[in-house]
Each structure stands twice: as C-alpha cells, then as structure tokens.
C-alpha cells in the first residue's frame, strides 16, 4: 500500500478482485425504486459505512498519517458533536436519496483521497460526507435538492456548501462516473462487514 492509498479510505485494496455470481445482486438507482431495500439493511449498511470510516481514521493517526493533515475548506477545529453513523442517517434519510447514492458517494470521498493524497480525520470526514453525498445526489438522482434545505440539514451555512461543493467538484476533475463493476464491489463490501 503506497502513502496515498493508506491517507485516505483505501476500500479497494480489501475488496475482493472480482465479482462473482454468488454476491448481493446489483443494486443501482432503477432497481432500488422497483426492489425496495428494507430499512433494517438500510441502517445496517449505514452503520457499516460509519464504522469502516472510523477504522480508517483510526489506522491513519496510529499509521502517523496525521502530519499530512490538511486545514483546507474541509478542515474544522472543532470536531462536530455528532456521530458519523448519525450524521450519515440525517443527510440519507432527509434528502431521501437512494442506497446506491451514498455508497457512490463513499467511492467520490476514495476517489477525492486518493487522487490528492488526503488524509481523512474526524476534522474533516463530515464536510467530505456531506458534499460528496449532494454531489452524487446531483449527478446519479438528478434532484433539484435547494442549497437552503440541503445546507440546514447538513448544519452549514448555504455559502460554506458551495465553496465546499466547488472545492470537491475540482479536486476530483468533475469525475463523478462511477462503473457499475467498482460499484459492486463496495457495495459487496459494506454488505459484507455488516455485523452481526
């Protein structure tokens, strides 16, 4: 593992190389409407999600990863008193925005570590979350959610979310295709480390 891939969530070097018949089936956007998800697997992944971020972070301050911390636009001084697993129920639940959505937006926050060798830390993992969630709601729903609304329900100003929005769209080159392959994948993967 290099120093880029271990700043920043690194799912893909631990995410099995191929996948096979015998994994969850494909969920995207247009299954979802016609195959809901329950809302027990919905939290269960949810609380997957938060809990793969925390190890990361975790691994990163024992790694010494914090000295390449970045204070950019992302950066709090004071950690927000809110849980990953809650904040990431509050933006899912109140935009209302499909599994698939979220988990393309963890992929976004790989994809964002990785290309600038950024280290994630409970200083910025919220502001990250929150913007590549609305940029995936963005480009994979299409929906018109105001900046108002989606900045209240962050806890940001309207003029923070669109510097952090414009801050994200550059760094990642406006790259926000996702294949359905590497889609599986960590979706394959958060079902995986779903506890039991």
């Given amino acids: 593992m290099d120093e880029s891939s271990s700043s920043g969530t690194n799912l893909t070097n631990s995410l099995p190389s191929k996948v096979t018949s015998t994994t969850i089936h494909n969920v995207n956007v247009s299954f979802e409407k016609d195959y809901p998800l329950t809302e027990k697997f919905q939290k269960q992944i949810i609380k997957s999600i938060a809990r793969i971020l925390r190890e990361i972070i975790k691994d990163n301050i024992l790694n010494n990863q914090m000295k390449f911390l970045q204070q950019d636009i992302l950066y709090y001084q004071n950690i927000p008193n809110i849980s990953l697993e809650d904040y990431i129920y509050r933006i899912y639940k109140n935009t209302k925005m499909n599994l698939s959505t979220l988990i393309i ?8 570590c990785e290309n600038n060798k950024y280290v994630i830390s409970m200083n910025n993992i919220h502001n990250l979350l929150l913007t590549c969630c609305l940029l995936s709601l963005k480009y994979n729903e299409d929906k018109n959610i105001s900046s108002k609304y989606y900045a209240y329900v962050a806890g940001v100003s309207v003029i923070t ?12 080159n406006h790259c926000f295709f996702v294949e359905q ?16």
């Fill in 181 to 196: 392959e590497l889609y599986q994948k960590y979706f394959d993967y958060f079902s995986k480390n779903i506890k039991k």
């Fill in 105 to 112: 937006s963890i992929i976004y926050i790989d994809r964002f």
């Fill in 161 to 172: 979310l669109n510097n952090l929005e414009f801050f994200i769209c550059i760094k990642l």
